[in-house]
């Protein structure tokens, strides 16, 4: 379970800083703060991938926040964390034993006894 969102770019294991946005009616790359909720058409970038990234040739740069500090995991993301973590270490409760079926022939574990007279 990740308890914060990370960067897009590929191997990259940073936590998000900024989101990156094509406005592709205008040939525009917005960069801005970390959105509140990751959104199915921007890309959530580490401080050093939003300060490198190349736009398309011919795009517009817009920068809505010159400095972008890593979040680093919130007070809520400890606490989602610790409760996991509390819940995996309770002790399962056992699963009411189910009675084998009743077969009209003796069994051996897996294997089933079988007469010579069939």
Same mark, same amino acid.
């Given at each position: ?9 590929? /191997? ?29 058409? /921007? ?30 995991? /919130? ?23 189910v009675?084998?079926p009743?077969? /009209? ?14």
């Amino acid at each position: 379970m990740k308890s914060t969102r990370q960067c897009s770019r590929t /191997s990259c294991d940073r936590p998000a800083a900024a989101t990156l946005t094509y406005v592709y009616a205008d040939s525009t790359v917005v960069v801005g703060q970390l959105a509140a909720q990751a959104e199915p058409h /921007s890309y959530d970038l580490c401080s050093f991938h939003a300060e490198r990234f190349s736009a398309p040739r011919g795009w517009d740069v817009v920068h809505i926040h010159q400095e972008f500090v890593d979040a680093g995991p /919130s007070p809520d993301d400890i606490d989602a964390l610790a409760r996991a973590v509390r819940e995996a270490g309770r002790a399962r409760a056992a699963a009411p034993a189910v009675p084998a079926p009743l077969a /009209s022939e003796p069994r051996r574990g897996h294997l089933r006894v079988v007469s010579g007279d069939a």
